[in-house]
């Protein structure tokens, strides 16, 4: 089978990877697609990869894994929309743009709402194969042990704390807690990570860096991969992001920000000067433990770290089902989005 693992923003790279890994070990071909404004971030460059959409074309693909919205719908090969986050709350998750012919979902709270779609639209498959991001956490979940006390020991630290906010401008806590984490960090307990959304407005990244140079304690992230801070961290503060999720299934406490899901199972507050005890009661008491059974068993109930495995023999088993697809049929509208988005295709 031959595949593009298609990447529109850099936080694709670590959603692809372990698919990426499943299709090299089962000797079947790959290439990256990378758009041009993240090529400097793309880990992979030994690796047969092109910024140019002309060479997908001529690869013709018979699969295309995509974590973010939008595909070229001209090019060939199954459109296979394997999502970005689990915030089902955000604006958009649930929104069918109709360039996709296979959703591969994350879990029965995903699975229920796409196949109510399958059945109105009757264009697109949905299949349920957990999310390969998190593939980690069953085959690597004390990876960064060694690295987690080693950073409490410099610090003289106790606790990691992670702060990961949104990038949405109407949604994000970062205009409102920069002094909160200044003071939270005079117990010295308590080290700060900062790990932001690479679409966070670049103002907000200034600032909060020179927080990180002149607090002991807080220290700003540049890794890409923000997998590595979830599993070292003790407790996640953030607002409406779908990293809390990925974060609750690793049975640890949250403290969120006015976050506006429907279903809150975390400790969340619309008073951004409660952090301190907040954070206090959390790693002591725990109150919402048993919450966190139901963010696992509805969002991501799959710890066997298999999700790109299965994604995969989903593909497979599609293009046997239904033939691969040489394009994509889609409104006029959604064409010339496409066409302003990666121009047209060579072959008319």
């Given at each position: 089978?031959?595949?593009?693992?298609?990447?529109?923003?850099?936080?694709?790279?670590?959603?692809?990877?372990?698919?990426?890994?499943?299709?090299?070990?089962?000797?079947?071909?790959?290439?990256?697609?990378?758009?041009?404004?993240?090529?400097?971030?793309?880990?992979?460059?030994?690796?047969?990869?092109?910024?140019?959409?002309?060479?997908?074309?001529?690869?013709?693909?018979?699969?295309?894994?995509?974590?973010?919205?939008?595909?070229?719908?001209?090019?060939?090969?199954?459109?296979?929309?394997?999502?970005?986050?689990?915030?089902?709350?955000?604006?958009?998750?649930?929104?069918?743009?109709?360039?996709?012919?296979?959703?591969?979902?994350?879990?029965?709270?995903?699975?229920?709402?796409?196949?109510?779609?399958?059945?109105?639209?009757?264009?697109?498959?949905?299949?349920?194969?957990?999310?390969?991001?998190?593939?980690?956490?069953?085959?690597?979940?004390?990876?960064?042990?060694?690295?987690?006390?080693?950073?409490?020991?410099?610090?003289?630290?106790?606790?990691?704390?992670?702060?990961?906010?949104?990038?949405s401008p109407k949604l994000t806590s970062a205009p409102f807690v920069t002094e909160e984490l200044k003071t939270l960090v005079k117990n010295p307990d308590y080290l700060v990570l900062l790990k932001f959304h690479p679409l966070m407005d670049v103002n907000w990244l200034e600032v909060y860096k020179k927080i990180a140079e002149e607090t002991p304690n807080i220290i700003f992230e540049t890794e890409k991969n923000i997998i590595k801070f979830l599993l070292m961290a003790d407790l996640l503060i953030s607002d409406t992001s779908s990293v809390i999720y990925e974060f609750l299934l690793l049975d640890k406490p949250v403290v969120t920000f006015k976050n506006i899901?429907?279903?809150?199972?975390?400790?969340?507050?619309?008073?951004?000067?409660?952090?301190?005890?907040?954070?206090?009661?959390?790693?002591?008491?725990?109150?919402?433990?048993?919450?966190?059974?139901?963010?696992?068993?509805?969002?991501?109930?799959?710890?066997?770290?298999?999700?790109?495995?299965?994604?995969?023999?989903?593909?497979?088993?599609?293009?046997?089902?239904?033939?691969?697809?040489?394009?994509?049929?889609?409104?006029?509208?959604?064409?010339?989005?496409?066409?302003?988005?990666?121009?047209?295709?060579?072959?008319?």
């Amino acid at each position: 089978m031959k595949c593009i693992l298609f990447c529109q923003n850099n936080y694709s790279f670590g959603i692809l990877e372990p698919i990426k890994n499943h299709l090299a070990l089962n000797g079947d071909e790959y290439i990256w697609y990378v758009n041009k404004k993240i090529l400097a971030d793309f880990p992979f460059t030994n690796e047969n990869h092109t910024t140019e959409i002309s060479d997908l074309e001529a690869y013709q693909s018979d699969a295309i894994f995509v974590p973010g919205n939008e595909v070229p719908h001209y090019l060939r090969g199954v459109k296979v929309q394997v999502f970005h986050g689990l915030a089902g709350e955000k604006k958009g998750h649930f929104r069918i743009r109709h360039y996709f012919d296979l959703y591969l979902t994350q879990g029965p709270y995903f699975t229920r709402k796409f196949l109510e779609f399958k059945n109105k639209y009757r264009d697109f498959e949905v299949m349920e194969t957990g999310w390969p991001k998190l593939d980690v956490y069953g085959t690597d979940f004390h990876k960064y042990d060694t690295e987690k006390q080693n950073l409490l020991q410099k610090h003289g630290a106790k606790k990691i704390l992670l702060y990961a906010p949104t990038f949405s401008p109407k949604l994000t806590s970062a205009p409102f807690v920069t002094e909160e984490l200044k003071t939270l960090v005079k117990n010295p307990d308590y080290l700060v990570l900062l790990k932001f959304h690479p679409l966070m407005d670049v103002n907000w990244l200034e600032v909060y860096k020179k927080i990180a140079e002149e607090t002991p304690n807080i220290i700003f992230e540049t890794e890409k991969n923000i997998i590595k801070f979830l599993l070292m961290a003790d407790l996640l503060i953030s607002d409406t992001s779908s990293v809390i999720y990925e974060f609750l299934l690793l049975d640890k406490p949250v403290v969120t920000f006015k976050n506006i899901s429907e279903n809150i199972l975390w400790e969340n507050s619309s008073d951004y000067n409660q952090l301190i005890p907040l954070v206090e009661n959390n790693l002591s008491k725990d109150p919402f433990a048993q919450n966190r059974k139901e963010i696992f068993n509805q969002y991501h109930p799959y710890i066997d770290g298999k999700s790109a495995e299965r994604m995969v023999e989903a593909v497979k088993k599609y293009c046997a089902d239904f033939g691969v697809p040489e394009k994509r049929k889609i409104s006029l509208f959604r064409k010339m989005k496409m066409y302003s988005l990666f121009g047209k295709p060579a072959k008319s």
